[in-house]
């Protein structure tokens, strides 16, 4: 598969985990009021995303009728790029959050945008081969 093809599978995906993520975010948020609570909201979140995004990263964005990893092999490889990409852009949002006084929404928002770019490197290149 093309190179173009599977980046906009990945844009179409992961504009559904988008909208996944931040509809938990938004409830967590809105209905439960303590402190933390837009990590916690941000946890619970990329949690559920990821169950979708394994699915259709397996199937339909990363296909291979031969692939050169079993499939424990690319679900332990997932998790590693979801640990790797969600580590990274959890410590962006506190930054933004405590460091730099964005609104909580703002940096969950610009944090999707670092986990997707980060998620697709090492999906492409580790997990899915």
């Known amino acids: 598969m093309k190179a173009s ?4 599978r990945f844009a179409t995906i992961g504009t559904l985990n988008y909208l996944i993520t931040m509809l938990v975010i938004w409830i967590v948020m809105s209905y439960f009021s303590f402190r933390g609570n837009y990590i916690v909201a941000n946890i619970m979140a990329y949690l559920i995303a990821q169950t979708h995004n394994f699915i259709w990263s397996k199937y339909w964005i990363f296909p291979s009728s031969n692939p050169q990893n079993s499939l424990g092999q690319q679900i332990m490889l997932f998790c590693t ?3 790797i990409a969600y580590g990274i852009q959890l410590l962006f949002v506190i930054l933004m959050i405590e ?6 929404f703002t940096a969950q928002f610009i944090g999707i945008i670092i986990y997707g770019a980060v998620n697709f490197m090492v999906n492409n290149r580790i997990t899915f081969r």
């Open 99 to 104: 460091a730099i006084g964005l609104k909580e």
């Open 5 to 8: 093809v599977r980046l906009v």
């Open 81 to 83: 790029a979801f640990g």
